[in-house]
C-alpha cells in the first residue's frame, strides 16, 4: 500500500491530517508514514521524551528533553541559561525574527521483529516526527499553561497537586513553544516480513514485545507521615 | 557536586574516559554529566534506538534508528537510497571528503520524579550524545561485521542463529560508521529535589519508575512446527 501524498493534498487547522510537505514525506517505507491528527497527538501523549534537534555552530545538536501538549501547539522548557533556550530568543543567522529551527523527534519501541533473515530484522515502533521554528513564549499566561502541561505530561492531573511555581522560579525557566504544521508520524506493527523462500529455514521468528507499564512507586525518604498515594498514581 | 571538566583531561582510545570538548560540557547541570567509557558503552549497549541528527538543505533532522556497537564505534544503517545514508557517501557543503556531520543521541527513560513543587518535577534518565563525522563503510569486510553488530544488537547472538544476508541484500544496504570520540553522557537518578522549604506540604512525593524487559513472545503466524525458542529468548 504505496501512498504518495501530493502538495494539493493541504490540510487546514481544523481537518483531520496535517499536510504532507516534501520534509515530512520519506524517500523510504512510504505506507509507514501517517499525517493522522489524532494518531499524531497518541504517539505524542504517550512518551515522556522528545529528542529536539537544532544547529549550533553549523554543527547538528539532539537533545533528549521533557515536553508538553496544548492542542496543536508542543512545549519545551529549560533553564534560561541553557543554550538551545537562549538561541530561540535572539535571531539566528539568515533570519530576522528570532526562533529557533529545529526538528522534534518521538519515538516508542513497541517490540523486537526476528525475522528468519538477518536483513529483515527489526523494530516494532511508533515515532512523530514535527520541523518547525521554536520561539520563545514571554506571554505571563501562555507561559503558566505550557509549565502545567509539562507538569501534566509527566502525570495528568499532577500540576493541581503541586506548589506552583513561584516568581523566581518563573523567572528562572524559559519555555519554548512549536507549533504541530510540518508533522508526520511513522509506525511499523506486527510480524516479520520474511521472504517467502525463507519460510522453511529452521530459525525461530517472532516478535518479542517490550514491557509497558510502571514498577511499584518510591515515595520520598522524607515523606511526611499521613501522605497516602493520590488516586492518579493508585490508579495506575 | 560540580565538575568542571578542563582541556588538559585529554583521553587517549586506551584510556578510562573521553576528552570532554565544548560541544560535550552541558551549559547546565555539569554535575550529570560523565565521559567515562563503560558508563557510555552500557548506557548504548541497553537501548534499541538512537536519534540521529544531521543537517539537510540547512535545516536539523532528528531521525529514530537501529544502531550497533563494535568496540569504539557505532554503526547505524539503511537502504542505499535513503537520505542521510546517501549525504553519507558525497562531501557536503564546505567539506572536501564524504562524510555527514551528525549528533547521535540514546536515552533512557527510567522513572518520572514528582517533587512536591511544580518547578523539581523531572524524569530519571540515562542518555549518551556523540558529534562526529558518519562515514560510509565501504570495506565488505568491515560492513558484514557491522550488519552482525546490528542483529546481534537486537538480540545478543542472534547474527549466528538466523540466515545473512545475500549479495542483493547487502548491496541494497549502506552503512555508516561513527566513532566514539567526542562523548558524554549524563544521567539523573534518585529521589525528587525538593526545597527544604517545602517539605511540609500535602503533596505526595516520589518516583515512578517505568517498568522494563519483555512480554510473552509473539511467534511469527507461520512458523513451522518444531522450531523451539531459542536458549537465548528463553532466558530472558
Known sequence: MQTTP????????GSAAYAPTDRTVPTRA???????RESVHAILDEAYVCHLGFIRDG?????PTLYGRVGERLYVHGSTGSRPLRMAGTPQEGQED???????????????????????????????????????????????????????????????DSRPANAKELAATAVLSL??????????????????EDMDLPYW?????????YDALVPSPDLAPGIEVPDYL???
Chains 1, 2 share one sequence.
Open 30 to 36: 512510504r505506507e509507514r508514514a501517517s499525517y493522522d
Open 205 to 213: 521468528s517472532g516478535v518479542v514485545p517490550l514491557r509497558k507499564g
Open 59 to 63: 554543527s547538528p545538536v539532539v537533545l
Open 98 to 160: 528570532p526562533g529557533l529551527q529545529v526538528c522534534l523527534t518521538v519515538t516508542h519501541v513497541d517490540g523486537l521483529v526476528l525475522a528468519r533473515s538477518a536483513f529483515h530484522h527489526s523494530l516494532n515502533y511508533r515515532s512523530v516526527m514535527i520541523h518547525g521554528i521554536a520561539r520563545q513564549v514571554t506571554d505571563p499566561e501562555e507561559k503558566r499553561t505550557a509549565l502545567d502541561a509539562l507538569v501534566d505530561h509527566v502525570v495528568p492531573g499532577r500540576s493541581t
Open 179 to 196: 507549533d504541530l504544521n510540518e508533522v508526520s508520524a511513522k509506525a511499523r506493527t506486527g510480524a516479520p516480513n520474511d521472504e517467502p
Open 6 to 13: 501530493t502538495t494539493t493534498d493541504t490540510a487546514s487547522p
Open 234 to 236: 493508585a490508579e495506575r
